[in-house]
């Protein structure tokens, strides 16, 4: 079993890099990839610090989860085996403490005057703190306390906070569509700067993804010759949508990929290794992989 998806106090996730590791070994995972968000600290640790070297047994795959966009969409991909130093030296300048926050409250402006331009009513003093929030959980907490608002917005969409963001930074027809390409790199930008530094690079959980037609949108990608392969298995997905996933990869001659996308104790039912006990993913999908290292 291996688990290609994982995070730690690094991003969003709540164990740190020795946790993880430690559960990992636990588990005698045979292959682990630690994927934090737009970082590859994680690695930079297990490299400084020996006795973190010696803890989890199986194969170490070097990787990140870093957003970007692609056709205006904001999306995931996860890099792979990639060189350390040099992503994580453009990966360090490129979201500093101070960059986050000037990118963050621009979000949140750009989306107060999306509300006031599209009638949606939300509080005349609302303030943002980008140390402590993100810009959709404010706007969002905001809209529903003004069930005016209600009839904008799907049932799904008003009640679930997550489903709401993913709509926002996805659905171009939703209310609140915002392009995040003034905010992040693109897939084009990324797709070079991975495979400049011998790293392959994979979609991130498709299915999460606020489309009306996923595999046309992943077709739109591939065509464009933008993905080494696709996460096939992951812990939100179906038995039918993963069917789907691996008979296209099969088909596009993709490589696959696969993990939990555990954050640790934040997500408790979402497990390393096994998901919501829907995943035991074989080894064998990283035979043609073609890695070393």
């Known amino acids: 079993m291996i688990d290609l998806h994982s995070h730690t106090t690094n991003s969003d996730g709540t164990w740190t890099t020795k946790e993880l590791l430690m559960k990992a070994e636990k588990l005698k995972l045979e292959a682990l990839s630690i994927t934090d968000h737009d970082t590859a600290k994680s690695y930079i640790e297990i490299e400084k610090n020996e006795s973190l070297q010696n803890i989890f047994k199986g194969k170490l795959i070097r990787g990140a989860e870093l957003n970007c966009t692609f056709d205006g969409i904001k999306i995931e991909i996860l890099a792979y085996?990639?060189?350390?130093?040099?992503?994580?030296?453009?990966?360090?300048?490129?979201?500093?403490?101070?960059?986050?926050?000037?990118?963050?409250?621009?979000?949140?402006?750009?989306?107060?005057?999306?509300?006031?331009?599209?009638?949606?009513?939300?509080?005349?003093?609302?303030?943002?703190?980008?140390?402590?929030?993100?810009?959709?959980?404010?706007?969002?907490?905001?809209?529903?306390?003004?069930?005016?608002?209600?009839?904008?917005?799907?049932?799904?969409?008003?009640?679930?906070?997550?489903?709401?963001?993913?709509?926002?930074?996805?659905?171009?027809?939703?209310?609140?569509?915002?392009?995040?390409?003034?905010?992040?790199?693109?897939?084009?930008?990324?797709?070079?700067?991975?495979?400049?530094?011998?790293?392959?690079?994979?979609l991130a959980h498709l299915y999460k993804y606020q489309l009306d037609n996923h595999i046309e949108y992943l077709n739109k990608i591939v065509d464009k010759n933008l993905l080494d392969g696709v996460e096939v298995y992951h812990s939100s997905y179906t038995d039918e949508q993963i069917k789907t996933l691996e008979k296209y990869c099969i088909e596009k001659g993709m490589l696959m990929s696969g993990g939990s996308d555990c954050h640790g104790e934040k997500k408790k039912d979402r497990k390393l290794g096994i998901g919501y006990g829907n995943l035991n993913i074989n080894k064998m999908i990283m035979d043609n992989w073609n890695i070393d290292k």
């Open 81 to 202: 085996n990639f060189d350390l130093h040099p992503i994580q030296e453009w990966l360090g300048d490129y979201y500093t403490l101070e960059k986050n926050r000037k990118r963050l409250i621009e979000e949140f402006y750009d989306l107060v005057s999306i509300c006031n331009e599209k009638g949606i009513k939300i509080e005349n003093d609302l303030s943002y703190n980008p140390d402590i929030e993100y810009p959709v959980d404010v706007i969002y907490n905001s809209i529903i306390q003004f069930q005016e608002n209600r009839k904008i917005f799907t049932e799904e969409q008003w009640k679930n906070k997550a489903l709401f963001f993913r709509t926002c930074t996805v659905d171009k027809k939703f209310p609140l569509y915002r392009d995040f390409s003034k905010q992040m790199p693109t897939l084009e930008f990324f797709n070079q700067l991975i495979h400049e530094h011998n790293g392959k690079i994979f």
